[in-house]
């Protein structure tokens, strides 16, 4: 029906093609067939080939070069439209140019100007579909002023809910009249708090990016039925490995436990056994907890918080692998030789009991030779010690085969009991992270191999080839900077080790690191296997965190349905639900990631607000037409405005440089500034700094 009802549009005359004219001309008769007139042109406009103008007739946007994608609006009022085809650079669109466009709207653009560096403008011609439904901002006088917007909007409270707030308060509202203006109506649906209350900048994140914090009675109710000891029914069948020298290995502060870890020897090759918490097992495909874990998606992480994907009583409770009690869980044994190379394993059922829960700074000082930790834990210092000699091995035959590692900075707040922060310092990580890391992924990468090969539907964790015109732009950038030996601008796994060895150690670092990182593709959950780019891993999963993310249920559900009760039936049902988990899974994940950053900015901006007018060392991180940010060495950072210079500064976009007009000082990324902190915006989680 949508094609005859295109190609009828396409040929007919401007009277014919009102809803009513078209009927006619297709000889539709019956409710059923104009029901389904009206679907297909629906459709067709949502997939942006048609549109309706204000007489009420069809036409065709075949003449204009139209791309349709989401709109990423900042909050400076311009934004960036991200195509649906994944291999078109996202295109710039000007203030001028966005309409009554909202951030995350489905929109039309038309391309206005083709720059070099294959960079694209345009401006919106049709928003096909709204996507903010929800607002969250801060109530004054019958309005609601957003945080992530600028003044062109006006969202406006219905005036019979303006008596339930008060002035500075909180809200979250819903949108329920759009209009063709720039104000929109508005109706209550809470208030938050009021906006001096403590935390509140947490609160405006959970609620405008809509993170479930509360579970509901039923979800409750189904997790406290599961008990707190597990059945000893639900052994039966399980491999006994309760007897065995088994641990964890986690932050101090951790509770849910997903993993655990052995380590033995045989025949001079290591037995390596990682056992991950049988979640699947208590939350049942289609049950209420299964859903509710399918909407969340995966646990979020706000600075001294967390709301989990599942309720406590499991989280923390029977899924959790706490010492000294027996759990369930999915086991991937694996026979590794001195050379790396995984010769046997196996994936099956088990139970455990853990010895001990252990904890990166102790792991860390046993390494290291401490005495006393060595003492302490002398029942299992040989088996970190073969850990150690393991972990090495892996990493190094993970260089050998083109993973690329990127050295990333992470803060680490220190809070006291009333969760003020009394601290922030760069998060150390020592071997005993590393190991665990280099564990988890080889058993990720094991059991992906295990379903890949026989072509069954599955969930991966999947990484596509980097942009080739931004790791162009970054070899560029190196060149100018003398920086050339055994690079170029290939997507070769073996190039990109190189650029980073080119840098390490050098000013450049850091930028390096964070421009080859933007030029990666993002990593998601998808069902069909291209393989994970930057692990150079032709087969990849996530099955070692099924407490906090779903797609690691998912794969322990079909490891028992496919390797556990030898079940490999399939059909399109099955294919369909797990392309819905992917992108379910990876939307959620962007979501958390972006409201874990929101949240980590904001918690610094709240540890510098008593440093104002105090000085720091720092580093220029980044330069732009408008300003340099500087890093502090507690991974602070701030922006020195280009209006707080002292004289005119012309921005040089090859050299990433802001030179002074009169005096020539050049300010470039790494150079080393003295700064002093002038204000400090919480909610918005921004910090100013001025050049001393």
Do not use: W
Request: proline residues 2%; negative net charge.
């Amino acid at each position: 029906m949508k094609n005859t009802v295109y190609n009828f549009i396409k040929r007919a005359s401007y009277k014919d093609r009102s809803l009513i004219s078209i009927a006619g001309h297709l000889s539709i008769s019956s409710e059923e067939d104009f029901q389904i007139l009206t679907k297909a042109l629906h459709e067709l406009t949502q997939d942006g080939l048609i549109f309706r103008d204000k007489d009420g007739r069809y036409n065709i946007y075949e003449q204009k070069n139209l791309i349709k994608g989401s709109l990423d609006l900042k909050y400076q009022g311009y934004g960036f439209l991200i195509p649906e085809d994944e291999t078109m650079p996202d295109i710039f669109i000007s203030r001028d140019n966005i309409k009554t466009a909202m951030n995350g709207d489905v929109c039309l653009v038309e391309i206005t100007r083709k720059k070099s560096g294959n960079k694209l403008e345009g401006r919106i011609i049709k928003i096909v579909e709204r996507k903010l439904k929800y607002v969250v901002g801060e109530y004054y006088e019958g309005q609601i002023f957003p945080k992530n917007y600028t003044n062109d909007m006006v969202f406006k409270l219905k005036k019979e809910d303006q008596s339930k707030v008060k002035n500075n308060q909180l809200i979250k509202v819903e949108i329920v009249k759009y209009g063709k203006s720039f104000i929109k109506q508005c109706q209550l649906i809470e208030v938050i708090g009021d906006f001096d209350d403590k935390d509140i900048e947490v609160k405006e994140v959970i609620a405008r990016n809509n993170l479930l914090n509360k579970f509901t009675e039923e979800e409750l109710a189904y997790a406290k039925s599961l008990g707190t000891e597990i059945n000893p029914k639900d052994i039966e069948g399980r491999i006994d490995l309760r007897k065995e020298t088994i641990f964890t290995i986690d932050g101090e502060y951790t509770k849910d436990i997903d993993d655990a870890i052995s380590i033995s020897k045989k025949n001079n090759n290591y037995i390596l056994g990682v056992h991950i918490a049988d979640v699947s097992h208590y939350v049942k495909e289609d049950s209420v907890l299964d859903k509710c874990a399918y909407t969340r998606g995966t646990s979020v992480y706000l600075a001294n918080s967390v709301i989990p994907m599942l309720p406590k009583e499991l989280s923390n409770g029977i899924c959790s692998l706490n010492p000294r009690v027996d759990r369930l869980t999915q086991t991937c044994e694996m026979e590794i030789t001195p050379k790396g190379e995984v010769i046997n394993y196996s994936i099956y059922p088990s139970v455990i009991n853990s010895n001990y829960k252990m904890t990166y700074t102790n792991v860390n000082l046993i390494i290291d030779g401490d005495k006393e930790k060595r003492e302490e834990f002398k029942d299992i210092v040989q088996n970190i010690d073969l850990m150690h000699e393991l972990q090495y091995i892996l990493a190094n035959v993970r260089e050998a085969m083109g993973s690329i590692n990127f050295e990333t900075i992470e803060p680490k707040f220190i809070f006291d009991d009333e969760g003020l922060i009394t601290d922030l310092k760069v998060r150390e990580r020592g071997n005993g992270e590393k190991l665990i890391e280099e564990f988890m992924l080889v058993a990720n990468q094991v059991v992906a191999t295990h379903i890949s090969v026989q072509k069954l539907p599955f969930i991966y964790r999947i990484h596509e080839t980097p942009n080739q015109e931004k790791l162009s732009y970054i070899t560029n950038f190196l060149e100018k900077l003398g920086i050339t030996k055994n690079i170029d601008d290939t997507t070769d796994h073996f190039n990109l080790q190189s650029i980073i060895k080119a840098v390490e150690g050098t000013k450049y670092e850091k930028v390096i690191n964070i421009l080859l990182l933007r030029s990666m593709a993002k990593a998601k959950y998808a069902r069909d296997n291209v393989g994970h780019y930057g692990l150079a891993f032709e087969n990849y999963t996530h099955f070692t965190s099924p407490i906090r993310r779903y797609p690691d249920l998912i794969v322990h559900r079909y490891l028992r349905k496919y390797v556990f009760n030898n079940d490999k039936r399939f059909d399109d049902e099955l294919k369909a639900k797990l392309d819905d988990i992917g992108k379910q899974s990876s939307q959620q994940e962007r979501v958390a990631m972006i409201s874990e950053r929101e949240v980590m900015d904001m918690k610094k901006a709240e540890y510098m607000e008593k440093y104002i007018d105090q000085e720091f060392e720092g580093v220029i991180s980044s330069v732009m037409k408008f300003g340099l940010f500087v890093e502090l060495p507690n991974t602070v950072e701030g922006l020195i405005h280009i209006s707080t210079f002292d004289e005119d500064m012309e921005y040089v976009e090859d050299k990433l440089s802001l030179i002074g007009l009169f005096s020539k000082k050049e300010y470039t990324i790494g150079d080393e500034v003295k700064i002093k902190v002038v204000k400090v915006n919480r909610m918005l989680g921004k910090i100013d700094f001025e050049l001393v």
